[in-house]
């Protein structure tokens, strides 16, 4: 072989791996984090909803839970799935327990984020410190916790909840309570 | 209405310089002068069109109009005008389309500035920019539409980014960076016109000399802000962290440093011209490669915008400048090796080769690093992070090589040197750095990294001054002048050579300052009730009261500040706060930092307990750290003293000379006479 062709493979040996290894970057958002919690209990909590009630983690056992940080300027991540949230509401009715958690928002941004795109039907707790947020680490919002009916982290949604997640988990959760699934 | 006008300027934008890239290569190979001149106009159209899309977005941001998702994402109407406008440039779409707006303006800048002459260079790197810019617009143009719309409308958004509006310096930080970044997209273009035409000699090298000093200087004053930012407003009392997207600023610097000295050589003396080459081709690549690390999701860090659809063609166009340029380079390979002449072993060039190899060493060696991580979990799945430890430890001793060079290289002529002249340069010099060291152990250091840049930063500093004396005395002696007229005359009539120096002075500045403030500081940390002290080095801190409000000019923006007193070298009080800003999860540090030409003292509010008052103070003193911006200051003052256009040169027929762009303001020639004749040289060869 000709020795000096030889320099032509300088190209392709600094530009293949490069990119390869730059390629491989793609589809791992570094944020996403996996969250530690999967497989252990939630973090323990007693916070005032947004009409006043008083929540504990302990009266959500017994049923599958979702909990969902979210905030009212978080747009439109937090529209988009607010939308999958109603209808998962509307169409688990009290199977399961759904949680909206503020996250870094006042509770008249949550007010009128709710007369715009739809009163929930479930509770909004007030996480004014963001402890909670801290407990379960998140990160930014809109950020979901799929519990089971024992009360154990099953799942963590990385940024808006669609209408598949939400099927498939809740599908999980559920299937596994009436002793069909795991 | 308005994004829309936005969005059609970007499209507008894309097809002007997609026609100048075909119009500068038809019009240069057929040598059609309407036709290279109808490309020059698409190319001025383009940058007018990036402004019009930015100044859009910016009247965007002001108004707060959240039907634009990136103002909803990125504003609320709360948000001062100040932090308004800069929000151009706080997430992913804003930047890009603020990068184009520079790019496009850095092309028509040098286009317009070399319209009448280069007739053989100019077409190909007005094409190649073109094509950059292209690329951006097609950007804009599709994955990363600034002005995407969303519906419905909300009322109210998060705000900029935190650390954004935390302070004043990001007004300053990026666009000096992005200035940097996307000027030295010239020199690239150069270089590419250079290896297509064949004319690889002096000629495209005295065209980018100032069209690469002037971003470099932009590049080195936004590493500094950003270094003086983190600083200031992170909290973590140091100011570098190898972050990889400090890294992505750093690695072009260096290749971009590195090529300014090959490029002397390159020009001078016919030597490293394939080095040269390759060096402007490896400086762009890095810049596409930081903005594709921000840019991609591919690193976290805290400068990391979110994850997008632009990362493939960030992507897509690495490959293709790299495949391209290599590719290029390669194909002419046989004509430069041809070419080059081959330097002496003692000499001013292979004190630049040298130079070079080290520039190089560091530059891999950031790069391995950065993508190390990366690496690791692309073959084994593990993740792992590089700290800043280990490139401390492999870079440092790389730095401190470098700064023996930067005295050694002065000092050595061009061509080949005598033993002797070196020896007769290097006594004194070599006396002043020992003493630098005998009066560091003195004073109690026993560390050997700062040690030894006082010592190399003192021989540096004395090899220049010699040079300066002996060629201030020469031409005071030669020509009856008093001795500072002599000395400001022979500065001004060899910028480059003294305004180098001047460079190099700062970096020596800049490195004892460094070296010192990372391994000499001393700090404590403790939990204070109101009334309670806290003491480290020499000072003494009185933990006053906790205060809780919202900010005057954002009211969404709570600030808690621990007030304290202190007492020891600077006395007074300060006021050390965390601040809670609705878009961010974590409060923001706003640390205080008391600064004297010694050291600083730094404290920053860790934690606290708003029922009991109790704080949880973090101090820190710093020494010298104000000598690296005063040592960066100093760098850009050099590098302005080096380009300063020659009033002397300026009067030689030279086309059109305009005060803005007067870097083109000399003929395109090699440096005259007086420097390479410069009276200390001349002594020494007599």
Redesign the interface.
């Known amino acids: 072989m000709n020795v ?1 062709a030889l ?2 493979l ?2 392709p040996l ?2 293949v791996p ?9 589809g ?4 996403a984090i996996p969250s530690r919690l999967i497989g252990k209990p939630m973090p323990e909590f007693r916070l005032v909803t947004l009409d006043g009630r008083t929540v504990t983690s302990a009266e959500l056992r017994g049923k599958p839970v979702l909990l969902n940080f979210w ?6 991540a937090c ?1 988009d799935e607010h939308a999958v949230m109603l209808e998962a509401a509307r169409s688990y009715g009290s199977a399961v327990q759904i949680v909206g958690v503020l ?3 006042t509770p008249d ?1 949550a007010r ?1 984020f709710g007369a ?2 739809g009163e929930p039907s479930w509770p909004t707790l007030l996480d004014p410190d ?1 402890r909670l ?1 801290l407990d379960f680490g ?3 919002p809109p950020e979901s916790y799929f519990v089971d009916a024992r009360g154990i982290v099953r799942y963590k949604q990385f940024g808006p909840l669609t209408a598949a997640v939400v099927s498939d988990q809740l599908g999980r959760l559920l299937g596994a309570a009436g002793g069909r699934g795991s | 209405m308005l994004p829309e006008l936005g969005h059609a300027a970007i499209v507008v934008g894309l097809a002007l310089s997609a026609y100048a890239t075909i119009a500068f290569v038809l019009g240069a190979r057929r040598g059609d002068r309407a036709v290279l001149a109808s490309a020059r106009r698409a190319i001025y159209a383009s940058f007018g069109l990036a402004a019009l899309a930015a100044v859009t977005m910016v009247v965007l941001l002001l108004t707060h109009d ?1 039907s634009v ?1 990136y103002v ?2 990125n504003n ?1 109407t709360t948000t001062p005008p100040f932090f308004s406008v800069i929000s151009l440039w706080a997430a992913l779409e804003g930047s890009i389309l603020f990068w184009t707006l520079l790019l496009t303006g850095w092309a028509s800048l040098v286009i317009w500035r070399h319209r009448a002459g280069h007739v053989a260079l100019l077409p190909w790197a007005g094409a190649t920019l073109a094509a950059i810019s292209a690329f951006f617009f097609a950007v804009m143009t599709w994955p990363g539409n600034p002005f995407t719309r ?1 519906t ?1 409308v ?5 705000g900029p980014n935190a650390l954004l509006q935390n302070h004043p310096f990001m007004g300053l930080h990026p666009p000096l960076l992005y200035l940097g970044y996307t000027g030295l997209a010239v020199p690239f273009a150069f270089g590419i016109a250079a290896l297509i035409t064949r004319r690889t000699d002096e000629e495209w090298l005295g065209i980018v000399r100032r069209w690469t000093l002037l971003p470099w200087i932009f590049l080195t004053l936004g590493i500094t802000a950003g270094a003086w930012w983190s600083y200031a407003v992170l909290g973590w009392g140091g100011y570098w962290a190898w972050d990889p997207v400090e890294n992505a600023a750093l690695l072009p610097w260096l290749t971009a440093t590195a090529f300014i000295h090959s490029s002397m050589v390159a020009e001078r003396r016919g030597s490293l011209r394939i080095w040269t080459s390759a060096l402007v081709i490896a400086t762009f690549c890095l810049t596409l490669l930081g903005t ?1 690390l921000t840019r ?5 860090s805290v400068h ?1 915008f979110t ?1 997008s659809s632009i ?2 063609w960030f ?1 897509a166009a ?2 293709v400048a ?2 391209g340029s ?2 290029l380079l ?1 194909w002419r ?2 004509a430069l090796v041809g070419s080059e002449r081959p330097a002496a072993p003692v000499s001013r060039e292979s004190a630049f080769l040298l130079n070079n190899v080290l520039f190089l060493g560091i530059t891999f060696a950031v790069l391995f690093g950065t ?1 190390y991580p ?2 690791v ?2 073959l084994s799945g593990d993740t792992v992070s590089v700290g800043a430890p280990w490139f401390d430890r492999v870079n440092a001793p790389l730095f401190l090589l470098l700064l023996f060079l930067m005295g050694v290289g002065p000092a050595l002529p061009w061509g080949a040197a005598s033993w002797r002249s070196v020896r007769d340069r290097l006594g004194l010099p070599i006396v002043a750095g020992v003493a630098g060291v005998v009066a560091g152990l003195a004073i109690g250091m026993r560390d050997a990294a700062p040690l030894a840049t006082i010592g190399l930063a003192l021989f540096v500093v004395a090899i220049l001054g010699d040079e300066l004396l002996r060629g201030t005395s020469s031409r005071a002696r030669t020509r009856g002048e008093p001795a500072p007229a002599a000395a400001w005359r022979l500065a001004t009539r060899n910028r480059r050579r003294y305004g180098g120096y001047l460079v190099h002075a700062g970096i020596c500045v800049m490195a004892v300052a460094i070296s010192v403030s990372a391994t000499q500081g001393q700090d404590a940390t403790a939990t204070l009730r109101p009334g309670q002290n806290m003491r480290v080095a020499g000072y003494t801190l009185t933990y006053q009261r906790l205060v809780q409000e919202p900010l005057r000019d954002d009211p969404q923006v709570i600030e808690t500040r621990a007030e304290v007193g202190i007492s020891g070298r600077q006395t007074g009080s300060l006021a050390t706060a965390l601040r ?1 800003y ?4 974590t409060p923001i540090a706003t640390p205080s930092v008391q600064t004297s030409l010694g050291e600083d003292l730094y404290v920053t509010l860790l934690s606290y307990d708003p029922a009991t008052s109790t704080v949880t103070l973090h101090a820190l003193v710093n020494p010298l750290v104000v000598w690296i911006w005063l040592g960066g200051g100093v760098v850009g003052i050099g590098a302005i003293f080096a380009i300063w256009p020659d009033r002397r040169r300026a009067t030689a027929p030279a086309p059109a000379p305009v005060p803005v762009a007067s870097a083109g303001a000399t003929p395109p020639r090699r440096e005259p006479i007086p420097e390479t004749a410069a009276p200390s040289v001349r002594a020494e060869e007599a």
């Open positions: 000096r320099r032509w300088l190209v600094v530009v490069l990119v390869l290894l730059l390629l491989h970057g793609f791992r958002d570094p944020q905030a009212s300027w978080c747009i439109p529209v996250y870094q928002d941004g009128t715009r795109y963001g947020a998140v990160t930014g | 959240f998702l909803a994402r609320a969303v419905p909300a009322t109210e958004g998060p594709f991609s999701g591919v690193i976290a990391s994850q990362g493939p992507l690495i490959a790299l495949t290599l590719g390669v390979l046989p993508l990366l690496a979990e692309a809670s609705p878009s961010s999860s």
